[in-house]
């Protein structure tokens, strides 16, 4: 008797199976970059008027100016600058600065000069964390410039493509 009770639940447990459905689960992943610049200003000492590809102070080939990202899709960096200024009516263009972007230090090459409008100046396609992407500046000192201390804003955008 215990068996055929055994066996009868074993066949009504069957008898409710459902025949099973396939449910497709999906979700969409955001964008996302954090950007953490491993310096605040650049300084380029004491130069002559009439210079041009001077290096700041430490030189960037050491790879003290640099930004740290996390991020997990490609990315790129933009900057802009505002022009040079002493605060008393002199001035100089802010294209006089050239800057660059590598993630490998010996290929920084500061070709663009900077303007007004942020401009792409470097890209890339690498994801994960702790990427290091390094930056480098040069100055040209227009010829008969006056003699006075100048400072001027650079901005640095890093979003993803």
Do not use: C
Request: without cysteine; charged residues 10%.
């Amino acid at each position: 008797m215990k068996r055929l009770i055994t066996l009868l639940t074993a066949l009504v447990l069957v008898a409710h199976v459902v025949s099973p459905t396939d449910i497709n689960v999906s979700v969409d992943v955001a964008k996302a970059i954090s950007v953490t610049f491993n310096y605040n200003s650049v300084s380029f000492g004491t130069l002559t008027q009439g210079t041009s590809d001077n290096h700041p102070t430490p030189d960037y080939t050491g790879g003290s100016y640099n930004v740290t990202i996390d991020t997990n899709y490609a990315w790129q960096s933009k900057a802009s600058g505002t022009d040079f200024s002493d605060g008393a009516g002199h001035s100089f263009s802010i294209g006089n600065l050239k800057v660059d972007t590598n993630e490998t230090l010996g290929n920084l090459n500061p070709a663009i000069s900077l303007t007004g409008t942020p401009q792409v100046i470097g890209t890339s396609s690498t994801t994960g964390t702790g990427i290091i992407d390094y930056h480098a500046y040069t100055l040209t000192i227009p010829s008969n410039q006056y003699s006075a201390s100048y400072t001027a804003t650079v901005t640095w955008t890093y979003e993803n493509q």
